[in-house]
């Protein structure tokens, strides 16, 4: 590896860059957004997070609520669970950062991961095969027939549901576990999905040709194209910060980008207040100033990496989901609100779709913040999520210092 002298960058350009990086920099589309500003801000963040969690909004929707404002979700839907050949699939679902969707054409270079999930999940379907012999077979056939089906329809089509593996995995149906394991290792994917339900189908029929046209990718080229994409989406990151964005192995990140380093895609640089050298994208832009506003779900790319945030923002963020009522601090699915490249606010959000409400249970103000400035904008950008959900208006409980003036604001 050439040796460089890392770039000094001070801490509030690195952000500014980050917030770039990520679409914030971007402005809002002015009429309704289309495939073509998807589009765009798919190439901001490469990836959309899936998580169950539906308090307020599904995890993949918001980051581009986020961005672009109020957006048909029918453009989410289309670009990941529909093909034809007019519009073709823009994304499919596998396991990146966690359970995502990524545009159709990075998955090759996962690969190497479905190779690892074979090795990984292969004692167990031994055990699943000499105890139901056939039954794999038996599933890629039925879906050859039947989909995008699901792991009941599945379950039900070839005689009822299948006799639980004991341990592990969650208990589920050995045809459940099939599906989970044919899904890792990329023989299935997801056709469709019936509300968050998972309809698995061929990927020879789901994705589009050329997907399975282009030449096999060694594993340390997908690697460096990973953390390559990575780097795109963070701007400017430590080699963890990397890593973490697609999960890869340390040993591999590390490699990787010694390698984009030489190969003058990646600029060494030193962050102000930031212990661990860090690396700039060679396109990456620092805007003088980013203004806007947003509001940003638990799996919002730009946060779900809590140091970082932590290192961009000084601001300490914890999802507490799991955490225990009475022990949370400020509640069970939190925005982080962004405001002019700062993270000024926090608001626990759930959509109460019965009352017809957007439903703020807790609002609090971060240290050092213009109140009166924050309240206004958070109201408004409550106003537009609560129309983009369908809701009639917003509903601000008693929990935090904002909670009064914000109530007094949506009124």
Known sequence: MTTMTPVQLSAAAARRTALAAQGFADARPTG???????????????????????????????????????????????????????????LVEYWAHEASLIPVEDWPLFHWRMRRYE?????????????????????LATVADLGPVSAGTLESTLGGPAPKSKGGWWNRSDIKHICESLFATGQLTTG??????????????????????APPIPDDEAARQLTLRA???????????????????????????????????????????????????????????????????????LIWERDRAERLFGFRYRIEIYVPEPQRIYGYYVFPF??????????????????GVLRVQGAYLEEG??????VGELAGELGVMAEWLGLSGVWVGDRG????ALRRAVR
């Not at 469709?192 to 046209?213: K, N, S």
């Not at 860090?278 to 832009?285: E, G, I, L, P, S």
Request: with cysteine; glycine share 6%; proline share 6%.
């Open 32 to 90: 309704t957004p289309t495939r073509q500003h998807l589009r765009r801000a798919l190439s901001r963040v490469q990836l959309l997070q899936l998580d169950s969690v539906n308090v307020a909004v599904r995890a993949h929707y918001m980051p581009l609520f986020s961005r672009l404002g109020a957006y048909p979700m029918s453009l989410v839907d289309e670009a990941a669970w529909a093909h034809t050949a007019r519009r073709p699939r823009l």
């Open 119 to 139: 090795s990984r999940y292969a004692r167990h379907i031994a055990r699943i095969a000499a105890a139901s012999p056939g039954l794999l077979d038996d599933v």
């Open 192 to 213: 469709t999905r019936q509300g968050f339900q998972r309809l698995y189908d061929l990927p020879e029929r789901a994705l589009p040709a050329t997907v399975f046209d």
């Open 231 to 301: 780097a795109l989406a963070h701007g400017v990151g430590t080699e963890k910060d990397l890593r973490d964005y697609y999960r890869l192995e340390p040993s591999r990140s590390q490699r990787a980008v010694a390698e984009l380093v030489d190969a003058g895609l990646l600029v060494p640089v030193a962050v102000e207040g930031w212990r661990h050298p860090a690396y700039r994208h060679v396109d990456a832009r620092t805007p003088r100033a980013v203004v806007g506003r947003a509001l940003l779900c638990p799996f919002d790319p």
């Open 338 to 355: 962004l405001l002019d490249g700062e993270l000024v606010a926090r608001v626990d959000l759930k959509a109460d779709r019965v009352g």
């Open 369 to 374: 913040r213009d109140r009166a400035r924050v």
């Open 401 to 404: 210092e904002l909670a009064g």
